[in-house]
Structures are given as C-alpha cells and as structure tokens.
C-alpha cells in the first residue's frame, strides 16, 4: 500500500512519538507500508520541527526517516500548465504536496490539514485515484483491511 505523507505528519510524528502519526511511521518502518513524499515536504518538515520543537524532536525525526522505508518522488518535470491548474483546487503552497500524490500512485494522501486538504470541497470533487485522510482515519482503515 503507497501512503504519501504531508510536512505535518513528519513534524506531528517528530512532536508525539505516541501518537497516530508516529504509528503510520512506524508501520514503514516495519515495511507494511510504503511511505512516499516530496522533497518540498521533507524540508518543510524539518525546518518547522527545527524552529518549533528543537533538537530532540528534530533528531527524532532523521531517525524516523532513516528507519522508515521511504520514497522521494521528484516532481521537477512537471509543466507549469499542470501545476496552474492544480491551484484551482487548493492554494500553491499545497500543489507540491498533490502533485506527490498523483504522480506517485498513491492509495492514500495522509495529512493533518484539514482547511487545505480534507475539508476541501474541491478536492473531493476531483474524483482523485486516492483518498485524502487523517492519520486516525487511515490507521482505522489499515486495521480494518489488513
């Protein structure tokens, strides 16, 4: 199953190590899962954890990406044409991040932002190959199907 993950799950995870976040790492870690992000993403992570959690947290989060099997999806070819028209559906700080999840082939989009994501009305309009959750909500459907 490909799980694309959004900058605040990776800063959610760093901050609470017990928390559902840190559980959807932790099945990448255990390899039943398979993580994929962007690069944008990792440095957003780590810039916020760096300025906002600090050391600990900042070095709970290399840990989890050295331990967890991820894949970085590169979304550099990707033409402006296509990238303009993804902002109609959410705003453009946010396109790199469904950008990922397109071209990954993903199975699910994992994020805490609801505003942006989940309760975009676009977005569930758009008759995606994913669905766009909460780490509660997919660790519900990952225990329930598996």
């Known amino acids: 199953m490909k799980v ?16 559902g976040s840190a559980f959807v790492l932790e099945l990448a ?3 039943r899962i398979q993580i994929i992000t962007v690069l944008y993403a990792l440095v957003e992570a780590e810039r916020n954890i760096q300025a906002k959690l600090g050391e600990k947290a900042l070095d709970r989060h290399y840990q989890n990406l050295l331990e967890g099997k991820r894949k970085v999806q590169n979304i550099d070819n990707v033409s402006m044409k296509t990238a303009t028209e993804l902002e109609t559906l959410l705003i453009r700080k946010d396109v790199p991040i469904l950008l990922g999840a397109i071209l990954s082939n993903a199975d699910f989009l994992v994020t805490l932002d609801r505003k942006d994501f989940i309760d975009n009305k676009k977005l569930k309009e758009a008759d995606l190959s994913f669905q766009i959750v909460i780490p509660g909500d997919f660790l519900k459907y990952y225990i329930k199907n598996t």
Request: hydrophobic residues 45%; proline residues 5%.
């Open 29 to 31: 870690k255990r390899e």
């Open 4 to 19: 694309f993950l959004d900058a605040n799950v990776f800063f959610a995870a760093a901050g609470s190590p017990t928390g």
